[in-house]
């Protein structure tokens, strides 16, 4: 269906059909339930058709309870009521109160119930309507023609009883599961307005040389902007420090209570709070660009898919609407042949309670009200989760494949060690020939001797005809010297000799550095040691997973040495190292056909085709574009925590939805058998259907309440 929009912007979806969008509340054509605005507002805290059902549930309890109060004292206590009053006058009144309960405060059901059965999308709405539309005019015949029901079922005034109260007291029991089910529905979406309330209304925009500024709303900050952010603020939209130094708490944004430290070039996040010193910033994204606009949209999108498990719930409803009419049916017509008298009342009762207690609408919200909760909980804890289907895979992986370099490592080598092979070339022109050629180059360790150059003050010359060769090395003609710099194996390829320095290259391997091998005109000149520090919370991270019974593999690029040094620091069986780029996927593949369900960890843009090819991809949040659009799951943090928190959280939403699922069909399960009377041959008990419309009520509320737990849960 095509999304139309109206003049506020927004659209309106269904909970449990995200397919139906419409420009306009109402109702789901599907399902019958309120449609709901797919942007939510921070500030809104109004609710249009929780306002709706709001007045309808009061008025119709207002002429309820006098409706029940008489019925209930004609049957139990009738010396309570005026001795002069006759029992046609009590129906007489029970009538002229009962109606507009049921005709007005019903009245979205009853239109609800009957465009359900116009378009064959049958729901809860078409038994509840079929059920109190079948009670009202049942009493109504009883009322007005008395005489054309047997002589068995007249009292000796002539007439029939009536179930007007019932018929008044489920419509306004419906109201009332409306109401707390509005409620409780909005609160599925307190992760989103938390979020949106995280950005602050207003920035000082610093407006000439002079520091001069000016205090704008947020939706007016351009690119390029210069902000000052004070202690106390928060940080308005992405962008870089210019000025300053503070420190910043991001755990609005990445779930970490940790204070980072800010400075010259260093990046900011919107929506974070500046603790200490005064910041200078340049604006670099803003509006839907920026990362808590993003989450927001992420968020509200996982919040609208399916998971997978839901196609169960959705197989059973397109069977349960029409089966349990055909029950009722059965019901009616077993008690009018075969029950006791007065027959035709016991069948009307029986299968208006059948009807009324049989409301799928717990087995409908079962999933999605879950993985509404689980999603936004895991964005308030610095996990953007794409689709309900990756928050069902993550319970089931078994296997965590991670990429070494910049997932376990913190992604920021430095050079540690330079070791000559000969006296061709002094070291400040050894690395001046490295550093100009790495300057062209995208590999990580590129960045760390571009850096080193630049601490010793070496001056870059011009590359020509530069080369990379992916996995291996990159090579390039520097003030007229042919400059070869990369892996041990691709200088052996090319001819050159590199044996003088095996050693000293081993020992830096086995303390799990990187070794880089570089060539002038052919002739092998240095080893370059880089070491990339390990991240402090992957050991924890990895203890914990392994605790959990998954299995860690180890990817990198690295000499197998190197990677073996960096696994055990991390307690890290199985590696494999010396992985092209295009050999992560063929791995994962690898694992998958040996019965594995795999996740895979990375950051950079060569792990992509891995973190697509694997059962669910998490992406580092401090890694590219490109990983984050290629995995189901980004932890901003970018640290393997995360990926425990995420395993909780999967498991503990999959469990909330089978224990919702459960209730729902344990509940109907028993319910409907007994409202059509099973317990009556042998106890003598027939369900009521005022009992019937408050089970009914309660059912989906509580499936609502239960997923809500997700909100407090510990990861």
């Known amino acids: 269906m095509n999304e139309q929009r109206n003049v506020d912007g927004n659209s309106y979806t269904c909970p449990m059909h995200p397919e139906i969008i419409q420009d306009h509340p109402g109702s789901c054509p599907k399902c019958g339930m309120a449609l709901e605005p797919i942007i939510v507002e921070a500030t809104d805290e109004s609710n249009s058709e929780l306002n709706y059902m709001e007045q309808r549930f009061w008025i119709g309890l207002l002429f309820t309870l006098p409706v029940f109060t008489v019925s209930m004292l004609n049957d139990l206590a009738p010396k309570y009521l005026p001795q002069n009053i006759t029992m046609y006058q009590i129906q007489w009144f029970l009538f002229l109160l009962s109606s507009p309960v049921i005709l007005w405060g019903g009245w979205p059901f009853l239109i609800r119930g009957y465009e359900s059965i116009k378009t064959l999308n049958l729901n809860m709405f078409t038994l509840i309507a079929i059920g109190v539309i079948t009670a009202y005019l049942y009493s109504i015949v009883a009322l007005f023609s008395p005489e054309l029901f047997p002589p068995l079922m007249r009292t000796k005034e002539g007439l029939v009883h009536v179930y007007f109260e019932a018929a008044a007291v489920i419509t306004t029991l419906v109201l009332l599961g409306q109401v707390l089910e509005l409620r409780a529905r909005n609160k599925t979406n307190s992760a989103i307005k938390t979020l949106l309330n995280l950005a602050p209304k207003q920035a000082h925009r610093i407006v000439d040389e002079a520091g ?27 962008g870089v420090v210019l000025e300053g130094k503070s420190n910043v708490d991001e755990s609005m944004i990445t779930g970490e209570p940790i204070l980072v430290s800010k400075s010259m070039n260093d990046p900011l996040i919107g929506a974070t709070l500046n603790k200490n010193s005064t910041l200078v910033m340049r604006a670099e994204r803003i509006g839907s660009d920026t990362m808590l606009a993003q989450i927001i949209h992420m968020v509200a999108l996982a919040q609208r898919s399916r998971a997978p498990i839901q196609k169960l719930a959705d197989t059973v409803s397109g069977y349960f609407v029409p089966t349990v009419v055909a029950v009722a049916i059965f019901a009616f017509f077993g008690w009018w042949f075969f029950g006791p008298e007065p027959r035709l009342a016991y069948a009307i009762v029986s299968a208006v309670s059948v009807l009324i207690i049989a409301c799928p609408c717990a087995l409908g919200l079962a999933t999605p009200i879950s993985i509404m909760v689980g999603t936004g909980r895991a964005a308030l804890s610095g996990i953007l989760i794409k689709d309900a289907k990756n928050l069902e895979t993550m319970e089931k992986i078994d ?36 550093a100009s050629i790495e300057l062209l180059s995208e590999h990580p360790l590129a960045e760390a001797i571009v850096e080193y150059a630049k601490e010793k003050a070496i001056n870059l010359s011009g590359v020509d005809k530069f080369q990379a060769i992916a996995g291996k090395g990159i090579q390039g003609i520097v003030e007229n010297k042919m400059v070869v710099l990369g892996s041990e194996e691709f200088l052996n390829s090319l001819g050159i000799e590199t044996t003088m320095l095996t050693e000293q290259a081993d020992n830096l391997r086995k303390e799990g550095k990187g070794v880089m091998f570089l060539a002038i005109d052919f002739q092998f000149s240095a080893i370059i040691g880089i070491e990339d520090p390990i991240k402090e919370t992957s050991i924890a991270a990895i203890k914990q997973l392994k605790e959990e019974g998954i299995k860690i593999v180890m990817l990198s690029g690295d000499n197998e040495t190197t990677a073996n040094a960096v696994a055990k620091k991390l307690n890290i069986d199985t590696v494999y190292a010396k992985i092209m780029p295009d050999g992560k996927a063929k791995v994962i593949q690898k694992l998958q056909e040996e019965g594995a369900v795999v996740a895979m960890a990375g950051d950079g843009i060569n792990d992509a085709p891995a973190l697509a090819q694997a059962d669910i991809g998490i992406a580092m949040g401090t890694g590219t574009d490109v990983a984050i659009e290629s995995a189901g799951v980004t932890l901003i943090k970018g640290d393997l925590l995360g990926i425990v928190k995420v395993l909780k959280l999967s498991r503990a939403t999959m469990q909330n939805i089978k224990q919702n699922l459960f209730f729902a069909f344990v509940y109907n399960s028993i319910g409907v058998p007994i409202a059509a009377g099973v317990l009556y041959p042998f106890f003598g008990v027939l369900l009521s259907p005022i009992i019937a419309a408050t089970a009914m009520s309660f059912s989906s509320v509580s499936v609502i309440v239960n997923a809500l737990r997700l909100k407090n849960i510990k990861i």
């Open 212 to 238: 001069n500024e000016e205090t704008i709303s947020l939706d007016l900050i351009q690119v390029d902007d210069m902000l000052r952010i004070k202690p106390g603020e928060k940080i308005p939209v992405d």
């Open 399 to 434: 296997t965590l494949v991670v990429d070494k370099t910049g997932t376990l490592t913190e992604g920021k080598p430095k050079v540690t060690s330079f070791i000559l092979a000969n006296d061709l070339f002094n070291e400040s022109d050894l690395f001046k020939f490295a």
